[in-house]
């Protein structure tokens, strides 16, 4: 099975930098979508969806993960590599 990430971030975010270079640097690939260039429905949905607010959304598999904190703490617990490995 084809693990899948998918990123919702915003531009200038550098919590959405961050993230993506954690996962860049893992050489893991990652489909982002800018939600500046969304309808904000989007948003909402994925807030409704979530509970968070902020940007990233952080999603493996569907799952969802959490923010760029997350994914780093997830990182550095080798609990990502395990999800990226299921």
């Known amino acids: 099975m084809t693990v899948k990430v998918k990123l919702y971030t915003t531009p200038t975010c550098p919590y ?8 860049q640097q ?11 260039t969304e ?7 994925l807030t409704a969806r979530t509970g ?5 959304y952080v999603f493996v598999n569907d ?4 923010g760029s ?3 780093h703490a ?10 990226l490995s299921a």
Not at 26 to 36: P, R, S, V
Not at 74 to 80: D, N, Q, V
């Open 26 to 36: 893992k050489g893991i690939a990652f489909d982002d979508t800018d939600l500046t």
């Open 74 to 83: 997830l990182a550095r617990t080798s609990e990502l590599d395990k999800l």
């Open 16 to 23: 959405c930098i961050r993230a993506k270079q954690l996962l």
């Open 69 to 71: 904190d997350d994914l």
């Open 63 to 66: 799952q969802f993960i959490g």
């Open 52 to 56: 968070q607010r902020t940007v990233p």
């Open 39 to 45: 309808d904000s429905s989007v948003r909402a949905e």
